[in-house]
């Protein structure tokens, strides 16, 4: 059991990145908030079954309302709020092809999700965070804005929103003691990958070829570099795009 355990939002986390996100730390004794537009109830009732502090809830976060209801019910439920994973994004769903392909409404769909999601979790949460003391911020990015991978334009250029968002948020909120980090994953195996079968779509070449460690990149490969990002040791660490990518890039 940590010392100070920490009630942490977890957007996007009934299934895949975002469970692994909630299971590791709530086995770190921390009170987790599982918020997702679906799966959440289930996801947090096996976490409380297994005696962990956890609670579920239905959440589009593109939705002002949904996002304002997911505060105040974590704030209900354990007190407060003191961090949050932005971690619910679109991706596993989206169609490869050249960017003047891309109809104007698929593109303004994934900036949606992807960039006004956080912006309004954020917000939400933020009087809590400052309440708090020592609040801690975690984006979800990618590699991909340092890659530049061609055929994902609208995904590449909302990663990149996201990491820009966590650095200007960084030097906005530190007199409020809330620290801002993003974690940039590789190409990572979680369940809505294998299930769109989009490791096989996009090959090997892209998947492992450019990483100093030639392996897959699993969801547990994410977890403690989110531990301690929100951690009370990472108060002196804010701004920072951490890739956890088996070496694909150097930041």
Not at 58 to 76: L, P, Q, T
Not at 136 to 152: F, Y
Request: glycine share 12%; charged share 20%.
């Amino acid at each position: 059991m940590i010392e100070k355990p920490k009630t942490i939002i977890i957007t996007g986390g009934a299934s895949g990145i975002g469970y692994a996100f909630a299971e590791h730390l709530a086995k770190a004794g921390h009170r987790v908030v599982i918020a997702d537009i679906r799966g959440a109830e289930d996801a947090a009732g096996r976490l409380k079954g297994e005696g962990y502090q956890a609670l579920g809830v239905k959440v589009d976060v593109v939705s002002e309302d949904d996002v304002a209801d997911m505060a105040k019910a974590a704030i209900g439920e354990f007190g407060g709020i003191d961090g949050l994973v932005n971690n619910a994004g679109l991706f596993t769903t989206l169609a490869l092809k050249p960017f003047d392909q891309i109809a104007n409404q698929e593109w303004m769909r994934v900036m949606e999700v992807n960039t006004l999601g956080p912006f309004n979790c954020t917000k939400a949460v933020l009087p809590a965070l400052r309440q708090s003391g020592r609040g801690r911020l975690v984006n979800i990015a990618s590699t991909v804005p340092m890659k530049g991978p061609p055929n994902m334009a609208h995904y590449v250029a909302s990663k990149g929103a996201v990491i820009a968002f966590t650095r200007s948020l960084a030097r906005e909120l530190a007199k409020d003691h809330i620290t801002v980090n993003a974690i940039a994953p590789g190409f990572t195996l979680s369940d809505g990958v294998l299930q769109a079968d989009l490791q096989n779509r996009i090959g090997d070449n892209a998947r492992t070829a450019g990483r100093c460690i030639q392996r897959d990149q699993v969801p547990a490969d994410l977890v403690a570099a989110l531990a301690y990002l929100i951690s009370d040791g990472a108060g002196f660490v804010t701004g920072q795009t951490l890739a956890v990518d088996g070496g694909g890039v150097f930041l």
